[in-house]
C-alpha cells in the first residue's frame, strides 16, 4: 500500500496565515511589506505596506517585458496584480493549497506549473521575458536557480530577485530562511548575469517582524495558555502525555516565536534583504 503524502506543516501554516488576514484585514499576499516612516507600524497597515511592496517590485521591470514567470507564485496576489497591468504571467508552485489559492485569486489567466522550480517541465513555455523571485529564491538550490532561470530567458531577459538572505552576523538567529549572502554574490558572479539593479531594503522589511514579535506575545501566547489551562483542568492525564511527547517541540515553538527574539533589530543584524534586477546577455 503506498503511502500517502506528508501535509507540510509551513504550508498549512501560510495558508491558514493567509485565511486569517484575508478575513480580518483583507490581505490577499504572503509577501512582507515596505513600511516608511509615513505608515504607521500597526497590523490594520499590512495591507497597505503589503501594496507598496508590490508596486516597488512592479516598478522594477524593464520596459519591453511581456511575458513573466513568477517562481514560488504563494497566494496569487502578485500575478493578479500583474495580470492586471496587462502582463502575461505564468507561476510555479510547489504547494497544492497554495495553488488552489493562488489559482482562486488571480483567475482562470494565470496559469500554474505545479512543483519545484528545479524539477517542474517548463519547455514548452520558455522563452521568458522575466523570471521573477519575489521571496521564494530562498527556497531553491543556489548552485542551480540562476542558470535554470537563464535557460527559460529569452536572449537579453531579465531575473528579478526580490528576498533576504544570511549575513555573516556572529551568534544564531531564531529567524530562519536565505541563502548566505556571500555564497550567493559568488555565484552571482559566476553566473555571467550583468546586474542592472540593486536595492538594499532591510530597514524597511524588518518592521514586519515587530509586528510578527507582538503577535507572538499578544495574541499566540496568551491563546496557547489559555487552551493549555483548559486542556490542563480537563484532561489532566492526557495533558501530562501530551506534554511529555511534545516537549521537544514545543520548546522550540517557544523559543523561535516567543522568545521575543524574532524581532526587527535580530533581522536586521541576520539578514539583509535586497533586490536585484540581472540581465542575461543578448548573445
Known amino acids: 500500500m503506498a503511502k500517502r503524502p506528508?501535509?507540510?506543516?509551513?504550508?498549512?501554516?501560510?495558508?491558514?496565515?493567509?485565511?486569517?488576514?484575508?478575513?480580518?484585514?483583507?490581505?490577499?499576499?504572503?509577501?512582507?511589506?515596505?513600511?516608511?516612516?509615513?505608515?504607521?507600524?500597526?497590523?490594520?497597515?499590512?495591507?497597505?505596506?503589503?501594496?507598496?511592496?508590490?508596486?516597488?517590485?512592479?516598478?522594477?521591470?524593464?520596459?519591453?517585458?511581456?511575458r513573466i514567470l513568477d517562481v514560488?507564485?504563494?497566494?496569487?496576489?502578485?500575478?493578479?496584480?500583474?495580470?492586471?497591468?496587462?502582463?502575461?504571467?505564468?507561476?510555479?508552485?510547489?504547494?497544492?493549497?497554495?495553488?488552489e489559492a493562488a489559482q482562486k485569486q488571480a483567475g482562470p489567466d494565470f496559469r500554474i506549473h505545479q512543483g519545484r522550480f528545479e524539477e517542474v517541465d517548463l519547455s514548452g513555455e520558455a522563452p521568458f521575458d522575466l523570471v521573477m523571485f519575489s521571496e521564494s529564491f530562498q527556497y531553491i538550490d543556489l548552485d542551480t536557480v540562476l542558470l535554470r532561470a537563464q535557460s527559460l530567458l529569452?536572449?537579453?531577459?531579465?531575473?528579478?530577485?526580490?528576498?533576504?538572505?544570511?549575513?555573516?552576523?556572529?551568534?544564531?538567529?531564531?529567524?530562519?530562511?536565505?541563502?548566505?549572502?556571500?555564497?550567493?554574490?559568488?555565484?552571482?558572479?559566476?553566473?555571467?548575469?550583468?546586474?542592472?539593479?540593486?536595492?538594499?531594503?532591510?530597514?524597511?522589511?524588518?518592521?514586519?517582524?515587530?509586528?510578527?514579535?507582538?503577535?507572538?506575545?499578544?495574541?499566540?501566547?496568551?491563546?496557547m495558555k489559555l487552551i493549555g489551562y483548559t486542556f490542563k483542568a480537563n484532561r489532566p492525564l492526557l495533558s501530562k502525555l501530551f506534554t511529555w511527547k511534545f516537549r521537544k517541540k514545543l520548546d522550540k515553538i517557544d523559543h523561535k516565536y516567543l522568545s521575543g527574539e524574532r524581532n526587527a533589530r535580530s533581522f536586521a543584524k541576520y539578514k539583509i534583504y535586497k533586490l536585484f534586477l540581472l540581465q542575461k546577455p543578448e548573445a
Open 6 to 66: 506528508r501535509v507540510d506543516s509551513k504550508e498549512v501554516g501560510l495558508v491558514a496565515g493567509l485565511n486569517l488576514f484575508h478575513f480580518f484585514l483583507g490581505s490577499k499576499d504572503l509577501h512582507y511589506g515596505l513600511w516608511d516612516d509615513d505608515l504607521e507600524l500597526d497590523i490594520r497597515n499590512l495591507p497597505a505596506a503589503q501594496k507598496r511592496y508590490s508596486d516597488y517590485l512592479i516598478g522594477h521591470i524593464p520596459q519591453g517585458v511581456r
Open 72 to 99: 514560488g507564485c504563494g497566494a496569487g496576489g502578485l500575478a493578479s496584480e500583474l495580470l492586471a497591468r496587462g502582463y502575461e504571467v505564468q507561476g510555479v508552485s510547489p504547494s497544492p493549497l497554495l495553488t
Open 154 to 223: 529569452r536572449p537579453g531577459g531579465y531575473i528579478l530577485i526580490c528576498d533576504f538572505f544570511k549575513t555573516d552576523a556572529p551568534g544564531k538567529s531564531v529567524i530562519g530562511g536565505g541563502h548566505r549572502y556571500d555564497r550567493f554574490l559568488e555565484v552571482l558572479e559566476a553566473s555571467g548575469l550583468a546586474v542592472r539593479a540593486e536595492d538594499n531594503i532591510t530597514d524597511r522589511t524588518a518592521p514586519n517582524l515587530d509586528l510578527v514579535d507582538r503577535m507572538g506575545r499578544e495574541l499566540i501566547l496568551p491563546t
